[in-house]
């Protein structure tokens, strides 16, 4: 449990900043397909987000030139193909996205990342959006599960970021603690020092649990904000 006067805190900082109907609010998309989530989680982290788009799109046409329906693709599905296409290097030149795990030079390409992340969800028979929220719904099984440890492993997913990410993408609730998220946070308690992921998630949650939102709409308003982003929809009064 966090500290209550950070948490009243940050809850005044949200409702002055955003208001206290979450109805306005730009809701997040999210994905029927386990491949297209992993791929979005693994490339979102410090990288532009239209190039994460981009890399999805060019992920949706290979797979429709085959014939298949990208959109319900499970974790099978985007092993077969990378693999199909000619491993990671191909897919890296196919989808003409060469960004790596981490900015050392030698470092492994996201698309390795990508497909690591698939084989542990389709070790553990977790293929589609239904199977991942039943088995991973829980806070206990979102960061103690050997499913998130083994995610956690893969080179460049030590944080925790892109499984969260990965998560709320398929419709389970939570908090991306990327660094804007940890910037809203942080200038909104005063504080000299960045919070940790850890930290600025929880305070997030435990505030959404007050106002009763759902965590994944207040963590997508805040980055929505910090990013420069329009955070309230325009709504027609005939339609609340």
């Known amino acids: ?129 239904m199977d991942a929220t039943q088995r991973v719904k829980s806070r206990e099984s979102r960061e103690r599960s050997t499913i998130s440890k083994q995610w956690m492993a893969i080179t460049g997913q030590k944080s925790g970021l892109t499984w969260n990410y990965f998560l709320m993408l398929v419709g389970i609730p939570g908090v991306k603690a990327d660094r804007m998220v940890i910037r809203f946070v942080t200038a909104a308690l005063e504080r000299q020092k960045n919070l940790s992921p850890k930290e600025a998630s929880r305070l997030i949650e435990e505030v959404a649990d007050v106002l009763g939102i759902n965590y994944s709409h207040l963590d997508h308003a805040i980055w929505r904000y910090q990013s420069g982003r329009p955070y309230l929809r325009e709504i027609s009064p005939h339609h609340p």
């Open 1 to 129: 449990m966090s500290n209550h006067e950070d948490v009243m805190a940050l809850q005044k900082h949200i409702t002055t900043t955003f208001g206290t109907d979450s109805n306005k609010w730009f809701i997040p998309d999210g994905y029927q397909s386990v491949a297209l989530a992993i791929l979005d989680a693994i490339y979102s982290t410090g990288n532009r987000y239209t190039g994460v788009t981009n890399l999805v799109n060019r992920y949706r046409e290979l797979r429709a030139a085959e014939g298949a329906d990208p959109a319900f693709d499970t974790a099978s599905d985007l092993i077969e193909a990378i693999y199909r296409w000619g491993g990671v290097d191909e897919f890296v030149e196919l989808t003409k996205n060469r960004w790596r795990t981490s900015s050392q030079q030698h470092a492994p390409y996201k698309a390795y990342a990508a497909l690591e992340a698939a084989k542990v969800l389709a070790h553990h028979s977790i293929e589609t959006v």
